[in-house]
């Protein structure tokens, strides 16, 4: 659902690339203009040693100079504009050609869709 909305510059006119090897890590969906990784989570994210891996993955990749963005599966099924909003809203705000690399991690699954 999510790769309907982002490919073809379909999104804001920005430029996704899905499965896109980033740094030895396969991210579900790239921005390369604006160093952005989306990530889509389904439950297997919940288990412990996942939520480990995650978390080590995303503080390598926020090391060298990507901001990482994580959903939920239920998010994207459940709220696919407000998931393209944020986006949109992350690569507007935060034009990352212009500012420090390095960047806070962005745990968007705790915000609240209601």
């Known amino acids: 659902m999510l790769w309907q909305a982002l490919r073809d510059r379909r999104l804001d006119g920005l430029k996704f690339r899905r499965e896109a090897l980033v740094e030895g890590y396969l991210a579900d969906f ?58 949109v809203e992350e690569c507007r705000n935060n034009d990352f050609k212009k500012e420090n690399p390095l960047s806070p991690s962005l745990h968007l699954w705790e915000r609240d869709l209601g």
């Open 30 to 87: 790239y921005c390369a203009e604006h160093r952005l990784i989306v990530e889509v989570d389904g439950d297997v994210h919940n288990l412990e040693e996942v939520k480990k891996r995650d978390t080590y993955r995303q503080w390598r990749l926020e090391q060298a100079g990507y901001r990482v963005m994580r959903f939920t599966a239920d998010q994207v099924y459940g709220a696919l504009g407000w998931v393209t909003d944020a986006i």
